[in-house]
């Protein structure tokens, strides 16, 4: 028995995220028409015109070529084209620390995040993010699951940024996609060993709710992998009491300043 063709299929499932096919066939510059044969199944689209679709999408042909269910989940998290003029409007300044940043490839993949809480004190909390790169840039998607105002309610917020290698250090500037007035900056040491383990370092930012005092914490990433199962990672996230997380996690990311220090500084791992 043959096994279907995913491409239709996930070709129609990411043009479905924007206004139209039309649409999606003058921003790549592919006639309409043989695009009509990509989505029936007719024909494959050729090497170079694979590419193209590929990189409006954000995705690899690897990913493209993927179980439908699997690719679903993974483009939800990669929502928006890499080829536009600009896929993102972005600043000179960012546009500058772009051209400047060292590779960030052998990072790129998903972690659970790991802080205490800036919202509800004494919690700590475990949010789910990936980095990949897009064209000469590399974003960063995190999403967190958080406790509501009401009793047995989940708040969920969307994080979006850019990261950069920068003076040997791992630096991610995100924005709260919803409200818009929240931006965290993350600064981590490099991993150098010969694979990635835990990410290590300081992040700054600000609670949604109680207040609008800016904090500083430890933050951790722990490396997931580049090929994890989405829903199952979310699922694991939300706040919990500290001994509900790996002691050795807990530990590092333990808000403590040691006697006679004047800044909060987080040794290397």
């Given at each position: 028995?043959?096994?279907?063709?995913?491409?239709?299929?996930?070709?129609?499932?990411?043009?479905?995220?924007?206004?139209?096919?039309?649409?999606?066939?003058?921003?790549?510059?592919?006639?309409?028409?043989?695009?009509?044969?990509?989505?029936?199944?007719?024909?494959?689209?050729?090497?170079?015109?694979?590419?193209?679709?590929?990189?409006?999408?954000?995705?690899?042909?690897?990913?493209?070529?993927?179980?439908?269910?699997?690719?679903?989940?993974?483009?939800?998290?990669?929502?928006?084209?890499?080829?536009?003029?600009?896929?993102?409007?972005?600043?000179?300044?960012?546009?500058?620390?772009?051209?400047?940043?060292?590779?960030?490839?052998?990072?790129?993949?998903?972690?659970?995040?790991?802080?205490?809480?800036?919202?509800?004190?004494?919690?700590?909390?475990?949010?789910?993010?990936?980095?990949?790169?897009?064209?000469?840039?590399?974003?960063?998607?995190?999403?967190?699951?958080?406790?509501?105002?009401?009793?047995?309610?989940?708040?969920?917020?969307?994080?979006?940024?850019?990261?950069?290698?920068?003076?040997?250090?791992?630096?991610?500037?995100?924005?709260?996609?919803?409200?818009?007035?929240?931006?965290?900056?993350?600064?981590?040491?490099?991993?150098?060993?010969?694979?990635?383990?835990?990410?290590?370092?300081?992040?700054?930012?600000?609670?949604?709710?109680?207040?609008?005092?800016?904090?500083?914490?430890?933050?951790?990433?722990?490396?997931?992998g580049q090929n994890v199962d989405t829903r199952r990672a979310l699922a694991q996230c939300g706040?919990?009491?500290?001994?509900?997380?790996?002691?050795?996690?807990?530990?590092?990311?333990?808000?403590?300043?040691?006697?006679?220090?004047?800044?909060?500084?987080?040794?290397?791992?």
């Amino acid at each position: 028995m043959n096994t279907p063709d995913p491409f239709p299929e996930n070709l129609a499932y990411a043009c479905s995220l924007f206004p139209s096919i039309a649409h999606v066939c003058r921003r790549i510059g592919i006639n309409r028409q043989q695009f009509n044969r990509y989505l029936a199944g007719t024909v494959r689209p050729s090497r170079h015109n694979m590419r193209r679709i590929c990189d409006f999408f954000g995705v690899t042909e690897a990913e493209i070529l993927q179980e439908p269910s699997r690719f679903a989940e993974q483009i939800s998290l990669r929502r928006g084209p890499s080829t536009d003029g600009e896929a993102m409007i972005l600043g000179p300044t960012l546009k500058r620390l772009s051209l400047a940043s060292a590779s960030l490839d052998r990072y790129c993949g998903a972690y659970f995040r790991y802080f205490y809480s800036y919202s509800v004190p004494g919690l700590i909390m475990r949010s789910f993010a990936v980095l990949y790169r897009q064209n000469d840039y590399y974003v960063w998607k995190n999403v967190e699951r958080g406790r509501g105002t009401a009793a047995g309610a989940l708040e969920v917020h969307k994080y979006e940024g850019l990261a950069f290698f920068l003076g040997e250090r791992i630096n991610v500037v995100e924005n709260e996609c919803m409200l818009s007035s929240s931006i965290t900056q993350m600064m981590l040491y490099p991993s150098y060993s010969a694979g990635i383990d835990y990410l290590l370092g300081i992040q700054t930012g600000g609670p949604l709710k109680r207040g609008r005092k800016p904090a500083a914490s430890r933050v951790l990433l722990d490396y997931l992998g580049q090929n994890v199962d989405t829903r199952r990672a979310l699922a694991q996230c939300g706040m919990f009491e500290p001994h509900e997380i790996d002691p050795h996690i807990a530990g590092l990311v333990a808000n403590e300043m040691t006697p006679g220090s004047w800044v909060f500084e987080v040794e290397q791992l």
